[in-house]
């Protein structure tokens, strides 16, 4: 069964800074995906990785895979306040609508 | 092109109750699935849907079911509600479910609340 975890679970950080959001899983993973939740609103798809040493960037956020390791990361450059969100990553065996989704990393950029 | 649609946004019942949430896919899209949202338990997955069909279920009890119509819509029913059912629902679909490189698609999902 699959088992997703992130790290941190809470990121206090100031604009400008940079930071990394980490994300485990146990079994082999046939995709990663990224996604950002705002306060009361739904999930908003970011990053799709598909294999090995997959890297995709959309302003200042950069995702990458690492399958062997079994990590992904979600990299933060330069952050702005409009970044603040609740930030998921999750993985999925077999057919790609059961995703098992990470705790969740809540992302607060302060000014 | 319209997104994922969910009605009712907000429902309030009461213990013992039963409630159909419902959830309009994007147009062309064949696979719906199913999510419960928790501040305890995070995001689990309920159930998919394609084709009428159910193809994946999660590990919740039998009051939870859905179907899928021959439109691509579906509805999700909870009998016999209980306090622990208070949750986000969410309905994400996605053309077939198959697809590689299409992630899927969340509605805003319906907030239940059951007093």
């Known amino acids: 069964e699959l088992k997703v975890e992130q790290n941190p679970l809470f990121l206090s950080m100031q604009e400008g800074k940079n930071y990394t959001i980490y994300c485990n899983y146990s079994?082999?993973?046939?995709?990663l995906y990224w996604y950002r939740q705002d306060p009361g609103k739904s999930l908003e798809s970011l990053f799709v990785?598909?294999?090995?040493?997959a890297v995709k960037q959309e302003g200042r956020l950069m995702a990458s895979l690492d399958t062997k390791a079994r990590l992904s990361t979600l990299h933060i450059t330069a952050a702005v306040h409009d970044l603040s969100a609740t930030y998921f990553c999750a993985g999925v065996t077999g057919t790609a609508s059961k995703l098992t989704f990470g705790t969740g990393t809540r992302l607060q950029v302060t000014l | 092109k319209a997104g994922v649609t969910q009605t009712p946004r907000y429902l309030i019942k009461t213990r013992g109750q039963q409630v159909t949430l419902s959830c309009s896919p994007i147009?062309?899209?064949?696979?719906v699935s199913w999510y419960q949202q928790t501040p305890g338990q995070g995001l689990q997955f309920l159930f998919e849907y394609f084709s009428e069909t159910q193809r994946n279920k999660g590990n919740f009890p039998g009051r939870f079911s859905g179907r899928q119509f021959s439109n691509s819509r579906s509805e999700m029913n909870v009998s016999t509600l209980e306090l622990g059912d208070s949750a986000l629902y969410l309905c994400a679909s996605s053309l077939d479910g198959q697809a590689n490189n299409s992630p899927l698609h969340f509605g805003n999902g319906t907030r239940l609340t059951v007093t």
């Open positions: 990785l598909l294999s090995n040493g």
């Open positions: 147009s062309g899209h064949r696979s």
């Open positions: 079994t082999t993973s046939d995709r």
